[in-house]
Structure formats: C-alpha cells, structure tokens
C-alpha cells in the first residue's frame, strides 16, 4: 500500500519561512505527478503546486515566486520550500501522488502565519 508521509507544519510569524516534507513509500518515478493543496478554514481546498513526471513544474498565482517545490529522488521526497509567509497561506497541507490507475493522498499538515 502506497503512503506519503507529510511533515513540517508549524507556527510561523509573517514574512518567515517553513520547508514542508512529502516522503513516499514507493518511487517517486511511479508516480505520474506529485501535488501540493491546501485547505484553509472554511474553504475549498485548493492547488498549490505540481510537479509532473515530465515537464514544468505549475504553482498558483498566489504563491508565484515565494513558494518551491522539490524532489530528493534518493529519498523518494518531495518538499514545498515556503518563503515570505503571509497570514493568507495559513491552511492545512496535503500532498497527493497520482498513479495511472488511483490517487494517493497524505496526512495533512497544519501551517498557521500569525505574529
């Protein structure tokens, strides 16, 4: 059975950083795409990034040129680097794989931006 392992939430103040961590239990060259969402409080939850197999690497607007994702091909992790945190980016995060045949979600972690 696949399993992605989410950490790195926290408490950040605005302007500071966290780096998120998505670790499989496969290889990750299984995967057709690798995504990060987020939920906030109240809302749908939402894209955040993408990276596919082959191709570009997609990230919504809101997040342009403060967040990155990454891959650790020898540790079969993904991260989501977060840089100048706003209190809009507060949310619970989710990394989710897909495969030809299913999708395969992680625990969420939790990302609060607060001072």
């Known amino acids: 059975q696949v399993q992605l392992v989410v950490s790195g939430g926290g408490l950040v103040q605005p302007g500071g950083s966290l780096r998120l961590s998505c670790a499989a239990s496969?290889?990750?060259?299984?995967?057709?795409?690798m995504e990060w969402y987020r939920q906030a409080p109240g809302k749908e939850r939402e894209l955040v990034a993408r990276?596919?197999?082959?191709?570009?690497?997609i990230y919504a607007d809101s997040v342009k040129g403060r967040f990155t994702m990454s891959t650790d091909n020898d540790k079969d992790t993904v991260y989501l680097q977060m840089n100048s945190l706003k209190p809009e980016d507060t949310g619970a995060y989710y990394c989710?794989?897909?495969?030809?045949?299913?999708?395969?979600w992680g625990q969420g972690t939790q990302v609060t931006v607060s001072s």
């Open positions: 496969i290889s990750i060259f299984s995967f057709t795409a």
């Open positions: 989710r794989a897909q495969d030809p045949s299913q999708d395969y």
């Open positions: 990276r596919p197999r082959t191709g570009s690497r």
